[in-house]
């Protein structure tokens, strides 16, 4: 919208425009000011009335619109007053604003940074300072805090330093203050008289200006937040630690030792976890898994997967359908957060380990000629992603051979590729000798895992150890096949029956092992298909009397009528042995297996 038809009626308006003419006029560069023409009526005159008061200006003697309102009628008449400028920063003192701030403020000049000025602030914490002295004389607390070799730096290389976080005792005071203190290079004006008065200024002196921010609240602040993240890691650790195994099971074939180094002060604990599970029939399952996140939630999840893991192991599945269950159960426990894991299984009648993998690094095994190979099959994704078939893959574990389980933290650094990392732990292991234990610290070691780290780690090794000497008489093993017919049964028991004569068993353990041998081969031919095997093996601690067939039904206990004539087979096993079960063999069929405790000797 354009104004300018509009402006005379507003009020001012033309009292402004004849306030800009006049200024734009031009004035005489020296001498009286110039009188105007005698035809100009004079702008100021008014009317007056009969006793020579003067009359309010009307519009037909001022030659303008009337006034508005809540304007004078006389304004028209008033000098434009000029407005004042507000001061700039020059005008003001710097001795003023220093001496005003509550920072502290000390100024010294020359290699020997005399003493020019210290403000109150700075006198009421430390006390007054005489001028002229040298910093070391007359401003002592700033050697004992460590600035005069930074204020030697100031002027030497004409750039700012900062030290933070300075303690200054309190004395009387509460409580300590601490101080960050910045050095500032400066020139400082020399005081007095010039000492030639024809040379126009003296040199300034080249100082520094030392700046004292307190930051009390800042620090104790951040005490606070430390003092809370270590009681909450604290209590992260203990749960972490608690959920883990306290004591690992030892299997009869296996020596097995694992370890767990939470990440340092500055990292927070994280959802690694590792378990040994004996399954029965002489097998174990090997599990070790990383939660992928921080904090007590992460060490809460890992716990409920830890759980879930011995439920499913106890079902003797596949370690593919224990990773598909677990898969489930992941996206179910929180949506949120993903984990890795490996589920493994060794069989020592089949002398290899058999696997599956969630997104978790591979495993590597040493061989008896000292070999370090990696599990090399296909890996799926993390649990909790869903949508994937799982599956399970398998690799030799002969007498005298070695295995290792292990999380990222042991491997991962963050300048360098994770297979790298995977390289160097096979270089360590292939040279790390000893019992299980000595072989987690040294792989520690070999991978410069500290007490710093910023990641927690986990370990499991896993020897099969070879057996010599009278520790070779307590393991044995026998197999008989069975081809079924009515001949089956009675040469099951008669190979049972010299078997376990031979181990030199006692009386009634020899009686207790033939029936159960009899009662497993008889619920096999019943309701089993070939082929069949019954298979006889002892260990140090226990007798284990395993039957497999075709046939992947598996049997349960049940309670047999009076008039009932069969059903009472596996009743009878598992009264008269320490445990029994049953499981799905990989290339189709079971197995159905029991075990009898040995005395110890």
């Not at 030290?163 to 400066?186: L, Q």
């Not at 011995?310 to 079902?315: F, G, K, T």
């Not at 792989?443 to 986990?458: C, E, K, N, P, Q």
């Amino acid at each position: 919208m354009i104004f300018t038809r509009w402006s005379a009626k507003f009020p001012g308006t033309q009292r402004r425009a004849a306030a800009r003419s006049d200024r734009a006029a031009p004035r005489p560069a020296s001498g009286p000011p110039a009188t105007p023409p005698a035809a100009a009526p004079a702008p100021s005159a008014t009317p007056a009335t009969a006793d020579g008061a003067p009359t309010a200006p009307t519009a037909a003697t001022t030659g303008s619109v009337p006034a508005a309102r809540a304007e004078r009628a006389d304004t028209a008449s008033q000098e434009l007053t000029p407005v004042a400028l507000p001061p700039t920063v020059d005008a003001l003192s710097v001795h003023d604003i220093l001496g005003t701030i509550p920072a502290l403020v000390a100024v010294v000049y020359g290699p020997e940074h005399r003493l020019a000025y210290v403000n109150g602030a700075y006198a009421t914490v430390f006390g007054p300072r005489p001028a002229g002295h040298t910093a070391r004389e007359a401003l002592p607390e700033l050697d004992a805090l460590g600035l005069l070799p930074l204020m030697d730096q100031v002027l030497r290389s004409g750039k700012p330093r900062t030290v933070k976080s300075r303690k200054i005792p309190g004395g009387d005071r509460s409580r300590d203050a601490y101080y960050t203190f910045t050095c500032t290079p400066i020139e400082v004006a020399a005081s007095g008289p010039a000492p030639d008065p024809e040379v126009a200024c003296v040199a300034p002196h080249k100082g520094v200006l030392v700046f004292g921010a307190e930051v009390t609240d800042q620090i104790e602040s951040a005490e606070r937040l430390r003092v809370s993240e270590a009681r909450q890691r604290e209590a992260a650790v203990t749960l972490q630690r608690s959920l883990l195994p306290q004591e690992l099971e030892q299997p009869d074939d296996l020596c097995v030792a694992a370890t767990y180094q939470p990440g340092g002060t500055d990292a927070a604990v994280g959802g690694d976890w590792y378990d040994v599970i004996t399954l029965g029939g002489g097998r174990t399952a090997l599990v070790i898994g990383d939660v992928m996140g921080r904090g007590v939630r992460a060490a809460a999840v890992m716990g409920q997967l830890r759980t879930a893991v011995r439920a499913y192991a106890r079902l003797d599945l596949p370690p593919h359908e224990v990773l598909q269950l677990l898969d489930g159960l992941a996206a179910e426990i929180d949506a949120s957060q993903i984990a890795t894991c490996v589920y493994a299984v060794h069989d020592p009648n089949e002398g290899r380990l058999v696997y599956a993998s969630a997104g978790h690094l591979p495993i590597l095994v040493r061989d008896p000629q000292g070999t370090v190979r990696r599990a090399a099959e296909p890996t799926g994704p993390p649990l909790g992603t869903g949508g994937w078939l799982h599956t399970s893959g398998s690799v030799p574990l002969a007498p005298g051979s070695s295995a290792v389980l292990y999380t990222d933290g042991l491997v991962e650094r963050r300048d360098k590729d994770i297979d790298e990392g995977v390289e160097a732990l096979e270089r360590a292991f292939a040279g790390a000798a000893g019992a299980p234990d000595i072989v987690c610290d040294r792989l520690l070691r070999s991978l410069g895992i500290t007490a710093t780290h910023d990641d927690d780690v986990a370990i499991l090794v896993l020897q099969h150890p070879e057996r010599t000497g009278h520790e070779a008489e307590l393991f044995h093993n026998a197999a008989l096949e069975l081809h079924g017919g009515t001949e089956a049964a009675p040469r099951a028991r008669a190979f049972a029956s010299g078997v376990l004569a031979s181990w030199r068993f006692s009386p009634e353990l020899h009686d207790l092992g033939v029936l159960a041998a009899s009662e497993l081969v008889a619920n096999s031919l019943q309701h089993g298909t070939p082929p069949m095997r019954l298979r006889l093996r002892r260990t140090d601690r226990r007798l284990i009397i395993e039957v497999t067939d075709g046939d992947d039904h598996l049997p349960r206990r049940r309670r047999a009528e009076p008039a009932d004539e069969a059903g009472r087979g596996i009743s009878i096993v598992a009264t008269i042995a320490s445990s029994w079960g049953s499981r799905r063999t990989p290339g189709g069929g079971k197995a159905v297996w029991c075990e009898f405790a040995l005395p110890r000797g």
